[in-house]
């Protein structure tokens, strides 16, 4: 199914994960959209929807940007699904761009159809850049609150949960995580409510610093890395990327974080650490690359991870993700001895793929 969908979104349902993810943007006219980007040619039919044609290059050169659009115009496009690895284009064109609230009720309706609890996972893209767009700092996070709480979804500690279908069935609220590349959008939050929060980190320097990582800690319950970073280091990632940064500036936040420090650090500033993303094995892993790029190979890459320790992974491919589970705990089961006491570690699957995620729990 194209990421970002009702369709895909049912689908993870159905497949019985925990979490679903919906990636969250804002149109012109305030409204909050379940899409990856902020451009639409590449994963809608936005180029053949001749009414649309004047809004092309208005703000982003031969695109369309979404904060151009209201919802109205949105609901005119169908989205296509990428063409990478064995990614299917049957259902291309079938499927327009949910709201978040058309997202919440297909999650709330799908919890009582199949009778299980439905946790989600909402990312803020560039809410930074969003709220300044339309004047309105903060917007983004209070909207997104504004329609959980509608929703029946407790936002602090002691808050009644009161789910329910449009039908006006009783359903169980899912666990909430929210989750952002924006630091500052994460302190506010975390001043308004008492859901879980992840920081997602790719390549800003003093977020990969040991104050970087104390001061986050004030805030998130999860620390989420670019994979690389825990594979090449730091340094090496931010010369792969060519980001620049001042040494000294590093030097007085207590220096980069060793590759193998991340997690002892994590765990004992009281968070979970995550990672992002590892790919169907039909897709190019990455892996390595800021170095010497690793053989394509993702059942040596996920063991790499779950040899580390690592609490959360984002992944592709559910399937495949659970297959690799599976056999790890078998061959740790195998080294230990039937015997043996069950493995103690938690474990976040964060499946992605635009469509879902899923936590499996060791114990």
């Known amino acids: 199914m194209p990421e970002h969908t009702l369709g895909s979104y049912e689908i993870a349902a159905i497949e019985q994960v925990d979490f679903v993810e919906p990636d969250l943007v804002l149109t012109k006219d305030e409204q909050l959209i379940c899409f990856h980007d902020l451009t639409l ?15 092309e290059g208005l703000t982003v050169e031969g695109d369309w ?8 115009q949105i609901k005119i496009l169908l989205v296509e699904q990428r063409e990478i690895g064995i990614r299917p284009q049957y259902f291309n064109r079938l499927f327009q761009i949910p709201t978040f609230e058309e997202f919440l009720q297909l999650v709330q309706f799908m919890t009582h159809k199949l009778n299980v609890s439905i946790g989600i996972i909402p990312e803020l893209k560039h809410p930074e850049i969003l709220n300044k767009r ?3 700092p903060y917007f ?15 936002l602090k500690s002691g808050d009644s949960a009161s789910c329910e279908t449009a039908n006006g069935e009783s359903v169980p609220c899912g666990l909430v995580v929210l989750q952002s590349f924006n630091k500052k959008s994460l302190q506010y939050l975390r001043n308004h409510t008492t859901i879980e929060l992840m920081m997602l ?3 800003e320097p003093l977020l990969l610093t040991v104050k970087g990582l104390k001061e986050i800690s004030a805030f998130a319950h999860y620390y989420t890395v670019w994979k ?8 090496a990632v931010l010369a792969y990327k060519q980001v620049s940064y ?9 220096g980069f974080i060793g590759k193998e420090d991340f997690l002892p650090l994590v765990h004992d500033r009281g968070m979970e650490l995550g990672l992002y993303t590892i790919y169907d094995s039909r897709e190019p892993s990455d892996r390595g690359c800021a170095v010497q790029c690793l053989p394509q190979n993702k059942t040596q890459e996920v063991f790499y991870f779950f040899e580390k320790g690592v609490d959360a992974i984002f992944t592709e491919n559910i399937q495949e993700a659970r297959e690799l589970r599976i056999q790890y705990d078998f061959i740790i089961q195998m080294k230990l001895g039937s015997s ?11 499946t992605i793929f635009g469509i879902c995620l899923s936590l499996f729990i060791y114990m």
């Open 65 to 72: 940007y979404i904060p151009d659009l209201t919802l109205a």
């Open 134 to 136: 339309l004047g309105k």
């Open 201 to 203: 980190v790719e390549d």
């Open 340 to 350: 043996a006491s069950p493995i103690t570690h938690s474990f976040l699957w964060i």
């Open 246 to 254: 001042n040494a000294t500036e590093v030097k007085e936040m207590g």
């Open 140 to 154: 983004m996070e209070n909207e997104i609150l504004r329609i959980l709480a509608k929703y029946g979804y407790p």
């Open 228 to 235: 690389e970073i825990l594979v090449s280091g730091v340094e």
């Open 41 to 55: 040619r590449n994963t809608t039919d936005v180029a053949h929807v001749k009414e649309l044609a004047y809004l």
